[in-house]
């Protein structure tokens, strides 16, 4: 039996990037693998590294939760909970920053864009957040954390972070494995392919969210940028647009580009996007309304009170015998 563990932090709104990235590959991780165990958990804790409006942050936290079930989770074979209900969490977090070098943290290419965009009020907390990211992971001994790979830097310094404790104290964490989807691991801006889509993005015309209705999403794929070769072709070197429009439709549609291809050699732009547009309609309308029953419903928070559970008797567990092995406390 294997554990697999991930989560996804409320800030913005959640992107057609997330789905395909991550929640998507959840899902079906979770379909193949019968017998493995699944933690799944809201990030709210990594959210308020920037600056949170109280209100809207409760209110995205509880989306994020009803949206994952909405995506198709088993409610049965998922720990479903949030971050900040786990107190554990920030505490391996500090032991782990005293585990963590400044120049590791230096390097983390999320922090370096992240505070280039933002020159004032970085905190502290947006530094040091891969720590708190790898005891998110270690605290659930998780096998494999499947994640876009945006993320691939973070789970490299959890490992790390996990050998280094080893070597150190004797064989405590599993050492994790990323999981990185082979297509839709990184989905583009419509409007700036060669930008990351990201839900923190002002410009609402570049991302899909989860949450947008169908006129908007049609609009979105026909105003995608895209080139003038005129050629239904995959060259994310030449033809950026063209290449990610390709690999939503592949991702969604569980096909290979090469598939997407072959069918569209012959149509045109138009034509295409027209088709991509509906594919990604009949997506996320049907799971739209699924969060729509979800999201006011009991069912949510008693789901989210028995994640808790479950987590938190996991979390104390493990950090009782991680403080043990550190030498904190008296036995
Ligand atoms: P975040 O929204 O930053 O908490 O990311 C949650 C998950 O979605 C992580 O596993 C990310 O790697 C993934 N993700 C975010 N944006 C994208 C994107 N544009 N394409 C693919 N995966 C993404
Ligand atoms: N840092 C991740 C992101 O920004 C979210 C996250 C926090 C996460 N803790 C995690 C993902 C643990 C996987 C496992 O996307």
Redesign the pocket.
Known sequence: MKRI?????PTGTLTLGNYLG?IKQFVKLQQKRIDDEFFL?V?DM?AITTRQVPSELRKRTLDIAAMYLACGLDKERTVLFI?SEIKEHVELGYILQSNTYMGELERMT?FKDKSQRQETSITSSLFT?PA??AA??LLYDADF?P??D??KQ?LELTRDIANRFNNYYGDFFVVPEPLIPEVGSRIMDLQEPNKKMSKSDEMDKGYISMFDDEASIKRKIRSAVTDSYAKINYDPENQPGLANLLTIYASIADRSIQDIVNEYKDSSYKDFKEDLAQVVVDCLIPIQEKYNELIKSQELQDLLDRGRDIASDFAFKKMRKCKKKIGLGRK
């Open positions: 563990v991930s989560g996804i932090k991550a958990f990030a990594h971050q999320q957040y708190l990211m998110d992971i954390v994640v876009g945006d993320q973070h």
